[in-house]
């Protein structure tokens, strides 16, 4: 069964917040025997909030700020955090989908479903590619008619 992974999912896995519990949960749950996928949008998304994350650290807290660090110190010390996801994705065998059709889709799961462009990018990524069940945390998409929120099993 295909299983699409929206960027909250990882996120929590890879921090320390008051859902990873939940999120190693769902991961663990995942990883036996599903297809796992996510999208190029989501990858983006999780590269973006742990550099973010990790320079707010270092009071780098606004975008300006963090394209300007960017630029003259590169990606070197977060490197190993991306890095870190890129594995998880590896060890996952979770299939990382392109953005080849979906745009298509993309005002109408927009308006249809009330989502903000990137979810609706998601949704019509898994609508594109027929998957039926989604890993997230985010409720909008209970919304989505052709999607099942996929939950963790309690222990």
Do not use: W
């Not at 036996?32 to 996928?37: F, I, Q, S, V």
Request: glycine residues 4%.
């Amino acid at each position: 069964m295909k299983v699409f992974i929206d960027s909250n999912i990882f996120i929590n896995f890879l921090t320390n917040s008051e859902d990873s519990d939940k999120a190693y949960r769902l991961m663990k749950q995942l990883s036996e025997g599903y297809a796992l996928y996510t999208s190029i949008t989501v990858v983006e998304e999780v590269f973006y909030i742990i550099t973010r994350e990790i320079l707010r650290d270092r009071g780098i807290n606004n975008k300006f700020k963090l394209k300007k660090y960017i630029s003259k110190r590169d990606y070197e010390e977060i490197r190993k955090y991306l890095e870190k996801f890129m594995g998880l994705l590896d060890k996952l065998s979770c299939e990382i989908l392109g953005t080849n059709g979906e745009a298509a889709y993309l005002l109408d799961i927009m308006t249809n479903y009330n989502l903000l462009p990137n979810d609706a990018l998601i949704a019509a990524t898994c609508k594109h590619c027929g998957i039926t069940k989604i890993a997230t945390f985010d409720e909008d998409f209970k919304r989505v008619d052709f999607l099942e929120v996929v939950e963790p099993e309690n222990d």
